[in-house]
């Protein structure tokens, strides 16, 4: 009935080389970091005995909320330090996000594994490293690999158990749940175009009234990814406090 | 003769590489469907849960939207395993 053949999966997400080696992938992830490091040095730029305007406005209300959203909520005052940390992380991934909905990049930067599981292991190597700066190689092993208030006997099941969450499965998960959240979103805006772009040109006068279905869709998905690729930002960076903050003062 | 034969290996040829194709299709679809049962419910559970505390105690609405942020990151993550397994299975 519709000619209407969905496109090999390399085609919506490998793009070709702009210069020699330097895709659109790197591109977006440029313009992330140049576009954040020109917000916050244009603010940095005003006097901060008055009272802010322009600019500063928004990199202030951005650097608060990393404050009172993300770090006081996990790891309280001592925390405060890694607010440079973070906020530049949030920037980096959510500018990378944004683009999945920009017309003419039509492209999250994050979509490809390469972005988030690098971040994930830049996380992995803090995290482990902060926890070793605090506790000491063997104190931090200890705490988590042999929680306390359990039974001596339990150990056998909850450190391999704990190894395999704490060691292994955070940066994975941590990657994992970036990169499918922003190609989810970028397949399912890819298939709703695709629908409405086949049912308006169909060749049965009757079937394109019925391409405004999955057009209103495509609409109501790319409203939807405006908030996802907020929400997946937000939670990387406070998954990352909460990593940081339970290998540098552990539970007792 | 060998025409025959020839025919005979290519339809058998195709149709292995269609069963192929076939099972991993509806493998792909079983896997997402089944990933998705599990995080679902989790989900509903935990956002009915925290609404509901925050009804009782509008004030502690801010801690509790935090940790239900996290709790859902956390149930979606195994959801998102499911799709990527998916997209592995069909793709790959």
């Given at each position: 009935m519709l000619a209407l053949d969905f496109p090999e999966i390399n085609s919506l997400l490998r793009w070709k080389d702009l210069f020699p080696s330097f895709n659109k992938i790197a591109l977006i992830a440029v313009l992330a970091v140049v576009i954040s490091s020109t917000i916050f040095l244009l603010a940095l730029r005003?006097?901060?005995?008055?009272a802010p305007r322009g600019i500063r406005n928004l990199a202030e209300t951005i650097v608060e909320f990393i404050e009172n959203g993300v770090v006081m909520q996990t790891m309280g005052k001592e925390g405060l330090a890694w607010t440079p940390f973070l906020l530049t992380m949030f920037m980096f991934i959510y500018l990378c996000n944004v683009p999945g909905i920009i017309p003419f990049f039509?492209?999250?930067?994050?979509?490809?594994m390469a972005v988030p599981m690098f971040l994930a292991l830049m996380v992995w190597v803090i995290y482990n490293a902060t926890g070793i700066k605090h506790q000491g190689i063997g104190g931090y092993l200890k705490s988590t690999l042999f929680p306390p208030g359990v039974p001596k006997a339990l150990y056998i099941l909850v450190t391999p158990i704990e190894f395999i969450s704490a060691i292994i499965v955070r940066p994975f998960s941590l990657a994992v749940r970036l990169f499918a959240n922003m190609m989810a979103g970028h397949i399912l805006l890819v298939t709703f175009a695709l629908l409405s772009e086949a049912l308006f040109q169909a060749?049965?006068?009757?079937l394109i009234p019925v391409g405004i279905l999955p057009f209103f869709m495509l609409i109501f998905l790319t409203s939807f990814e405006v908030l996802v690729a907020f929400l997946q930002a937000y939670i990387f960076a406070m998954l990352t406090a909460v990593y940081i903050g339970g290998a540098a003062h552990p539970e007792h | 003769m060998e025409a025959i034969a020839r025919l005979v290996a290519a339809a058998a040829d195709t149709t292995a590489a269609d069963a192929k194709n076939t099972a991993a299709a509806a493998s792909a679809g079983y896997a997402y469907g089944l990933a998705a049962i599990g995080p679902g419910i989790g989900i509903g559970y935990l956002v009915g849960k925290s609404v509901e505390a925050m009804a009782r105690q509008p004030e502690a609405a801010g801690m509790v939207r935090t940790t239900m942020f996290l709790g859902i990151a956390f149930t979606e993550a195994l959801a998102l395993i499911g799709f990527v397994v998916f997209i592995l299975l069909k793709f790959a």
């Open positions: 005003q006097n901060h005995e008055e039509q492209m999250p930067a994050t979509a490809r060749k049965d006068k009757i | -």
